[in-house]
């Protein structure tokens, strides 16, 4: 992993205005002191947060493939991202329902805009180096392919990818979205909203199988 300023930059550079341009250029020299050190060096790991939408549940902020890949660029870093994606109904049952960050209404309606600013950057950004995942209980189903993905053909590249999924990727209960949706109407009725953020995940999961 990186250390944690840089893992602090790059949060600053998504949610901080204030100059936002001398960040960039911080950034930019802790990738590239991190890239002077062969290996495999993970992003996003600082704890008690997941850079994700709706991190921070921020109408006007997201996480910013586009900077990111820009700033590794500059930086002779080799970029190389896993999206891991989540259902409609988990999603909003543990945001509005369990941890009532929002309404569901409200949350919906912000996790469908935000899911459409993710497919936007995704197609900004060249899909040899991305690879989207959903969300599953156990890593080691996604760890191998995913890694296989990524890597390009270089062996080495790929068993630390692997390691490092596997490792990193952690998820803490299984959805069950039959039982998610139920929790969500015991709540309120935003069956409408919700209809359109599901059409909206299963167009985006269509676009990143093809």
């Known amino acids: 992993a ?3 300023e840089t893992d602090r930059l790059m949060r ?3 949610y901080e205005d204030a100059g936002a341009d001398a960040t960039f250029a911080k950034f930019v020299e802790a990738l590239a002191r991190a890239a002077r050190t062969p290996g495999l060096h993970c992003l996003n790991l600082l704890r008690g947060t997941m850079l994700g939408y709706p991190d921070n549940n921020d109408k006007t902020h997201h996480p910013d493939l586009v900077t990111l890949a820009a700033a590794c660029e500059r930086a ?3 970029l190389r991202v896993v999206v891991l994606s989540r259902a409609p109904e988990p999603i909003v049952a543990s945001t509005a329902v369990r941890r009532k960050y929002l309404g569901v209404a409200e949350e919906v309606t912000q996790m469908s805009n935000q899911l459409a600013f993710l497919s936007t950057q995704l197609e900004a950004v060249d899909a040899a180096f991305f690879v989207c ?3 599953a209980p156990d890593a080691s189903r996604v760890a191998g392919p995913v890694a296989a993905h990524l890597a390009g053909g270089l062996p080495q590249t790929e068993r630390h990818l692997a390691a490092a ?3 990193h990727y952690v998820v803490k209960r299984p959805d069950d979205r039959a039982a998610e ?3 969500i109407r015991a709540h309120v009725a935003s069956d409408a909203r919700l209809r359109g953020f599901q059409q909206l995940y ?3 999961t269509k676009s990143q199988a093809s």
Do not use: H, K
């Open 2 to 4: 990186v250390d944690a």
């Open 12 to 14: 600053a550079l998504w």
């Open 76 to 78: 002779g870093a080799d």
């Open 133 to 135: 995942v959903a969300y």
């Open 165 to 167: 999924i596997a490792r």
């Open 181 to 183: 949706l139920a929790t």
């Open 202 to 204: 299963r167009r985006f």
